[in-house]
Each structure stands twice: as structure tokens, then as C-alpha cells.
Nanobody, 119 residues
């Protein structure tokens, strides 16, 4: 049973930084893609970034390119999202997700962690 547990959210001023963590367990993730999504109040959930666990290749939403960095540490089975130059519009619940590389959609989801950026 795959489990994803996020941490690291909080309140930060605009221009500040936060690092989110996603501790993954219950599977060997070398053939998985790990992702971060977010959902702001009244809006649909949107893609933020993803990373292929084995190759380390990454993709980002245009809105976060150059500000956010996704990474993973295999020894800790943990995925990170380093968020710099935060803006009020980055305020959302951030979710960690996982899918097998062959899958189209993300299958496993964490419970989410709140990020609030004040102006």
C-alpha cells in the first residue's frame, strides 16, 4: 500500500521560501513518476511539477518555472519541492502524488499541506 505524507507547509511572506517534503512508503519507486499539485480555494487542482524517480528528469508548470525546484532523495524515499520567490497566488493546498511510469494518471495522493503566502 503506497503512502504519501506531505510536510513543510506554512505561512510565509511574499518573496520568501518554503520547502515541502513528501515521504513515500509501501513500494519501490524507481519506476514511478512523483508529482506535486496544488488547489487554491474555489479553483481546480493544478499541476505544479513532476520528476521521474530513476532518471531525475523534471517538468514544471509555466507559473512556477524558475522559482520552484522538484527533487528526490532515493535513500530517504522522499520528494521535495523547494519554493522560492513565493507570491500570494501560490497560496493553496499542495498535494504529493505518484504514478507508475506506464500510467497516464496519478494514482496515489497524499493528504495535502497548506501553503499561505501573505502580501
Amino acid at each position: 500500500q503506497v503512502q504519501l505524507v506531505e510536510s513543510g507547509g506554512g505561512l510565509v511572506q511574499a518573496g520568501g521560501s518554503l520547502r515541502l517534503s513528501c515521504a513515500a512508503s509501501g513500494h519501490t519507486f524507481s519506476d514511478y513518476v512523483m508529482g506535486w499539485f496544488r488547489q487554491a480555494p474555489g479553483k481546480e487542482r493544478e499541476f505544479v511539477a513532476d520528476i521521474r524517480w530513476s532518471a531525475g528528469s523534471t517538468h514544471y508548470a509555466d507559473s512556477v518555472k524558475g522559482r520552484f525546484t522538484i527533487s528526490r532523495v532515493s535513500a530517504k524515499n522522499t520528494v521535495y519541492l523547494q519554493m522560492n520567490s513565493l507570491k500570494p497566488e501560490d497560496t493553496a493546498v499542495y498535494y504529493c502524488a505518484a504514478r507508475p511510469q506506464r500510467a497516464v494518471a496519478f494514482v496515489y495522493w497524499g493528504q495535502g499541506t497548506q501553503v499561505t503566502v501573505s502580501s
